[in-house]
């Protein structure tokens, strides 16, 4: 299946590209694309984030009072969601939606590579800075460049501070989990030659979602 849906993608992708005549700009409009698609079950996520993280008080209160009867608060905090109308595993599932996806577009980038052999975009171009800094600037989209892997993992940390945290000791840990994980991506795609048309994908996607995180925690209901 992951096969099928990589192949729409590249398909796709030269679709776009054959009207944008660049496959930097077909990234950029293709990650456009599919943020859209996704949405309605990212804005879902963040709802489910924001009634969780508000019933977060009553939800201690309840483990507190119940905690020597586990069937009892269990009963109770379904109880709770329903009066509410939380549904605790909705901040799950559209996850288990935009992986397929996401790792699609991955498998798509990397197996046709050399798609992006001759694509160019802003700084990634055969230049004199590039033949200066071989190893840190790449000369097509197809190769490894530094600061688009820089780029990348600063929206991705930027992006995993903003999901909101259920408490205080969960906000410390998410804390030190968006390090870990920018610091552990980072690595990945430079040790392991990720082709920055795949990053650029990435960043832009990465960038949108840190736009619709800020509006949809800023508004008194992102329903």
């Given at each position: 299946m ?32 599919i ?7 990212t804005?879902?996520q963040?709802?489910?984030m ?10 201690a209160k ?16 379904m ?13 799950c599932l ?9 790792f ?6 990397m197996?046709?590579q ?11 171009y ?35 501070r ?9 906000a410390?840990?998410q ?9 552990m ?5 430079w ?25 949809m ?7």
């Amino acid at each position: 299946m992951i096969d099928s849906v990589a192949t729409l993608m590249i398909s796709l992708l030269r679709g776009i590209e054959s009207v944008t005549h660049s496959y930097g700009l077909a990234l950029v409009v293709f990650a456009v694309c599919i943020k859209l698609l996704l949405y309605i079950p990212t804005k879902q996520q963040y709802q489910a984030m924001k009634d969780m993280q508000k019933l977060q008080p009553e939800l201690a209160k309840l483990q507190e009072k119940y905690k020597d009867d586990p069937q009892t608060m269990q009963q109770k905090q379904m109880e709770l969601y329903r009066d509410h109308k939380v549904n605790p595993f909705m901040g799950c599932l559209p996850m288990l939606i935009q992986m397929p996806i996401l790792f699609a577009i991955w498998r798509a980038i990397m197996v046709d590579q050399h798609l992006f052999e001759n694509a160019y975009f802003m700084w990634i171009y055969p230049g004199p800075l590039q033949n200066l800094f071989p190893n840190f600037l790449a000369s097509s989209l197809a190769g490894r460049d530094l600061p688009m892997i820089l780029f990348y993992g600063l929206t991705m940390y930027l992006s995993q501070r903003l999901t909101p945290a259920s408490n205080a000791q969960a906000a410390g840990q998410q804390k030190q989990m968006a390090l870990i994980m920018t610091v552990m991506f980072t690595w990945m795609m430079w040790a392991y030659n990720w082709p920055c048309a795949l990053i650029l994908y990435w960043s832009v996607f990465s960038l949108l979602t840190i736009v619709q995180q800020a509006v949809m925690m800023k508004s008194p209901s992102a329903r």
